[in-house]
T-cell receptor, first 109, second 118 residues
Framework: GQQVMQIPQYQHVQEGEDFTTYCNSS?????IQWYKQRPGGHPVFLIQ?????EVKKQKRLTFQFGEAKKNSSLHITATQTTDVGTYFC?????????FGQGTILTVHP | DTGVSQDPRHKITKRGQNVTFRCDPI?????LYWYRQTLGQGPEFLTY????????KSRLLSDRFSAERPKGSFSTLEIQRTEQGDSAMYLC????????????????FGPGTRLLVL
């Protein structure tokens, strides 16, 4: 079945440093969605990418969808302590959303 | 309230007991999903409905698990004869199906029900 791998599993950064998490799917995706989950919270939708090679930005966050629609990345520029949490990608294939394991981001002030 | 709601938020039960969780999706959403999430993992798909029809069930969903969405609005997830391995966060999400006006595959999650089986 479809598998979605996400790396790294953990990332510790100093406030102000950049952060990137990568998502790879075993199958071609119709879209990819990114979510943020704060400790003790639930996944909160950030963005959906649909087109091959698509790049979207939300303030300090940049999301990319690979040309083959099998991989994606989330990059945060100049992290802040409010960025802490787990970032999940979810790849949709044949209507089914499969999540990666997530990247846990900690930001040291 | 325009978001997905779940009830209860927390449930502690003894092994062997039955539990039932409720999810109320965003009102205009026709798709409703159930996921299970354990510590350090992403949400794992359990099942989903489009309107009242249950369209897919994961192999993770044993015979002890049953979900319903009788009127195509709220849904319930029942676990019979709970086991300690059932301890997890049970998440519900909803979406507007592609092909529906304004539809996409974006899913919006509720706050979850955290289950602890002793």
């Amino acid at each position: 079945g479809q598998q979605v791998m996400q790396i790294p599993q953990y990332q510790h950064v100093q406030e102000g440093e950049d952060f990137t998490t990568y998502c790879n799917s075993s199958t071609t995706l119709s879209n990819i969605q990114w979510y943020k989950q704060r400790p003790g919270g639930h996944p909160v939708f950030l963005i959906q990418l649909v087109k091959s090679g698509e790049v979207k930005k939300q303030k300090r966050l940049t999301f990319q969808f690979g040309e083959a629609k099998k991989n994606s990345s989330l990059h945060i520029t100049a992290t802040q302590t409010t960025d802490v949490g787990t970032y999940f990608c979810g790849g949709t294939s044949y209507g089914k959303l499969t999540f990666g394991q997530g990247t846990i981001l900690t930001v040291h002030p | 309230d325009t978001g997905v709601s779940q009830d209860p938020r927390h449930k502690i039960t003894k092994r062997g007991q039955n539990v039932t969780f409720r999810c109320d999706p965003i009102s205009e959403h026709n798709r409703l999903y159930w996921y299970r999430q354990t510590l350090g993992q992403g949400p794992e798909f359990l099942t989903y409905f489009q309107n009242e029809a249950q369209l897919e069930k994961s192999r993770l969903l044993s015979d002890r698990f049953s979900a319903e969405r009788p009127k195509g609005s709220f849904s319930t997830l029942e676990i019979q004869r709970t086991e300690q391995g059932d301890s997890a966060m049970y998440l519900c999400a909803s979406s507007l199906a592609p092909g529906t006006s304004g539809g996409s595959e974006t899913q919006y999650f509720g706050p979850g029900t955290r289950l602890l089986v002793l």
